[in-house]
């Protein structure tokens, strides 16, 4: 087989989906040595990836992703290379290409909780980009060959939102991204990270961004019921891109009193991401929609308890591996974080459960079921 995949959006900056992409070719490399795979980049990642495999070659495809340029220039781009199949990462399939596709969906989070809220733009082009997110999914849908998805959640949600059949469908979970090799305690003491983030323990951790639908408004609620019932400060740090949403969240907590409570690192780099999570009392996930949850994976891995809302996919990657509260209720989550905060038997058993269940997850499985899919792709 000669495989395209488009990996514009490969690495970090990319957030999860960059962070797939990445993952996917590079354990592609390692466990298939029989298909031609041709990796379509943008300048910054065609400079950083470097094909250690006979079988992989790079090719330049400069385009911004979401835009009209590569609904107009990839699908030649694409063409020229004579595909069997074309593998896109993400739901902003090529229109005009004519090939073989898969698709990888990862949410239809924008599609169920993408109202005027979670938009900086005007009005008028808000709902022009939203007619088009809604006709690219369905086109991604119905041309696609095969169907990817993170987890059974996405896939019952995509079959029942499109009508497609679930057999189209396939799951293959992801895994964590960090482990330990990155940090080396003979390099900087965990004392130094916390800070040069001018944080104090003991603090809850939150990775990822700051939509609407991350539902950290109702965190930040939670630790401020918490700290007032307590009468000892518990921080929140929020790791992630500082961006519009997270400003609207500092005037929420400025006007709720809560801000004392939280820290704000920015982006941070993974060495410190690692400091950060394995400092913590918990990770905590309140989001109302993820489609696999990343973060969780890598904190179980790195043996920090998880707590996290009963929601979307998040039981079925954290299993019983995590302490679950109700996201729509701030009280109840503020209960969650004082059991794990004050009881080191509940913590010392998410820990090991976590350990566990983070087994289960690995990059190199999902690129050999990956490769399955492909052939089940050319055959459909």
């Given at each position: 087989?000669?495989?395209?995949?488009?990996?514009?959006?490969?690495?970090?900056?990319?957030?999860?989906?960059?962070?797939?992409?990445?993952?996917?070719?590079?354990?592609?490399?390692?466990?298939?040595?029989?298909?031609?795979?041709?990796?379509?980049?943008?300048?910054?990642?065609?400079?950083?990836?470097?094909?250690?495999?006979?079988?992989?070659?790079?090719?330049?495809?400069?385009?911004?992703?979401?835009?009209?340029?590569?609904?107009?220039?990839?699908?030649?781009?694409?063409?020229?290379?004579?595909?069997?199949?074309?593998?896109?990462?993400?739901?902003?399939?090529?229109?005009?290409?004519?090939?073989?596709?898969?698709?990888?969906?990862?949410?239809?989070?924008?599609?169920?909780?993408?109202?005027?809220?979670?938009?900086?733009?005007?009005?008028?082009?808000?709902?022009?980009?939203?007619?088009?997110?809604?006709?690219?999914?369905?086109?991604?849908?119905?041309?696609?060959?095969?169907?990817?998805?993170?987890?059974?959640?996405?896939?019952?949600?995509?079959?029942?939102?499109?009508?497609?059949?679930?057999?189209?469908?396939?799951?293959?979970?992801?895994?964590?991204?960090?482990?330990?090799?990155?940090?080396?305690?003979?390099?900087?003491?965990?004392?130094?990270?916390?800070?040069?983030?001018?944080?104090?323990?003991?603090?809850?951790?939150?990775?990822?961004?700051?939509?609407?639908?991350?539902?950290?408004?109702?965190?930040?609620?939670?630790?401020?019921?918490?700290?007032?019932?307590?009468?000892?400060?518990?921080?929140?740090?929020?790791?992630?891109?500082?961006?519009?949403?997270?400003?609207?969240?500092?005037r929420e907590a400025m006007y709720q009193g809560a801000l004392k409570y939280l820290?704000?690192?920015?982006?941070?780099?993974?060495?410190?991401?690692?400091?950060?999570?394995?400092?913590?009392?918990?990770?905590?996930?309140?989001?109302?929609?993820?489609?696999?949850?990343?973060?969780?994976?890598?904190?179980?891995?790195?043996?920090?308890?998880?707590?996290?809302?009963?929601?979307?996919?998040?039981?079925?990657?954290?299993?019983?591996?995590?302490?679950?509260?109700?996201?729509?209720?701030?009280?109840?989550?503020?209960?969650?974080?004082?059991?794990?905060?004050?009881?080191?038997?509940?913590?010392?058993?998410?820990?090991?459960?976590?350990?566990?269940?983070?087994?289960?997850?690995?990059?190199?499985?999902?690129?050999?079921?990956?490769?399955?899919?492909?052939?089940?792709a050319l055959k459909s």
């Amino acid at each position: 087989m000669r495989i395209g995949i488009d990996g514009r959006i490969w690495g970090s900056s990319g957030r999860g989906v960059g962070r797939y992409v990445q993952n996917l070719v590079e354990n592609l490399e390692k466990v298939d040595k029989k298909n031609e795979y041709i990796i379509f980049l943008r300048q910054g990642s065609f400079n950083l990836y470097h094909p250690i495999s006979k079988n992989f070659k790079k090719v330049l495809a400069d385009i911004p992703w979401y835009g009209a340029e590569e609904q107009i220039a990839l699908p030649a781009l694409f063409s020229q290379e004579n595909l069997d199949l074309l593998h896109v990462p993400h739901f902003n399939v090529p229109l005009l290409y004519r090939g073989k596709m898969a698709v990888t969906i990862h949410d239809l989070t924008m599609l169920k909780f993408g109202g005027r809220e979670t938009s900086t733009l005007n009005l008028g082009l808000f709902l022009i980009k939203r007619a088009g997110l809604e006709l690219i999914l369905k086109q991604s849908v119905s041309r696609s060959a095969t169907i990817i998805t993170p987890s059974k959640f996405v896939k019952d949600d995509v079959s029942r939102t499109f009508q497609v059949p679930k057999s189209k469908i396939f799951v293959t979970y992801e895994a964590g991204v960090l482990s330990g090799k990155e940090r080396s305690s003979k390099e900087k003491k965990i004392e130094n990270v916390l800070e040069k983030y001018r944080i104090s323990s003991p603090y809850f951790l939150y990775v990822g961004g700051f939509y609407p639908h991350k539902n950290l408004s109702r965190l930040i609620e939670a630790i401020k019921i918490l700290n007032e019932e307590l009468g000892q400060p518990a921080q929140l740090v929020l790791v992630g891109t500082k961006d519009a949403f997270l400003e609207k969240l500092v005037r929420e907590a400025m006007y709720q009193g809560a801000l004392k409570y939280l820290s704000l690192t920015g982006q941070v780099s993974d060495a410190d991401l690692i400091d950060l999570y394995r400092s913590a009392t918990a990770y905590v996930q309140p989001s109302l929609s993820e489609g696999f949850g990343l973060p969780t994976v890598e904190a179980m891995a790195l043996g920090v308890p998880v707590v996290q809302a009963d929601a979307s996919s998040l039981p079925e990657i954290a299993g019983a591996a995590a302490l679950y509260f109700n996201p729509q209720d701030s009280r109840e989550m503020a209960k969650s974080l004082k059991k794990v905060l004050t009881s080191e038997k509940i913590r010392s058993r998410l820990t090991k459960a976590g350990l566990s269940r983070a087994k289960d997850f690995s990059w190199e499985k999902m690129a050999r079921e990956t490769v399955k899919i492909y052939a089940k792709a050319l055959k459909s």
